[in-house]
T-cell receptor
């Protein structure tokens, strides 16, 4: 399968715990994006990488959130001290510049 | 600040009907516009990408149009089928990073 993959697909955690999600983009894509989607809403942009450089972060990305893309390949999104308001679907997408973004299946986070 | 609006929020039609989904955006200085399909609890599937220099794109029973001057795009679905039931999302490419600004989506139900 050469599509975008995300792991885990589902994560249930208790408030205050740390969680980490992984995204593996399409191998030749140099752009990688993270979005967050809550129920009944469209996805909202969180952050963007070009190769290994994180070039833009949304104000939605509080200090508890951190994202990395070492070596310009896979990316991780970590949420520290989770809150119930962090419950959402976290989506990853990859692309070439000025080209179609391809999305992964998402990681659904539930914070109890 | 770019804002994307989709009307209607929900739509129910009988099988075989032709239908139009609407998308409007506030800033006409867009790069591209993309339509996605999302099934419940799933990631996003790209349907059509319209580049800013184009007026429309077609794929099978789908036709998307773009009028930058009026800030509008439409997705036309011909001869709807129950399998078309899903949420349809419109997204505008914003800025040099290519991040997507999404509408809230139109949830379509096609009844057999």
């Amino acid at each position: 399968d050469t599509g975008v993959s995300q792991n885990p697909r589902h994560k249930i955690t208790k408030r205050g715990q740390n969680v980490t999600f992984r995204c593996d983009p399409i191998s030749e894509h140099n752009r990688l994006y993270w979005y967050r989607q809550t129920l009944g809403q469209g996805p909202e942009f969180l952050t963007y990488f070009q190769n290994e450089a994180q070039l833009e972060k949304s104000r939605l990305l509080s200090d508890r959130f951190s994202a990395e893309r070492p070596k310009g390949s896979f990316s991780t999104l970590e949420i520290q001290r989770t809150e119930q308001g962090d419950s959402a679907m976290y989506l990853c997408a990859s692309s070439f510049p000025s080209d179609t973004q391809y999305f992964g299946p998402g990681t659904r986070l539930t914070v109890l | 600040k770019q804002e994307v609006t989709q009307i209607p929020a929900a739509l129910s039609v009988p099988e075989g009907e032709n239908l139009v989904l609407n998308c409007s955006f506030t800033d006409s200085a867009i790069y591209n516009l993309q339509w996605f399909r999302q099934d419940p609890g799933k990631g996003l599937t790209s349907l059509l990408l319209i580049q800013s220099s184009q007026r429309e794109q077609t794929s099978g029973r789908l036709n998307a149009s773009l009028d930058k001057s009026s800030g509008r795009s439409t997705l036309y679905i011909a001869a709807s089928q129950p399998g078309d039931s899903a949420t349809y999302l419109c997204a505008v490419y914003s800025g040099n990073t290519g991040k997507l600004i999404f509408g809230q989506g139109t949830t379509l139900q096609v009844k057999p």
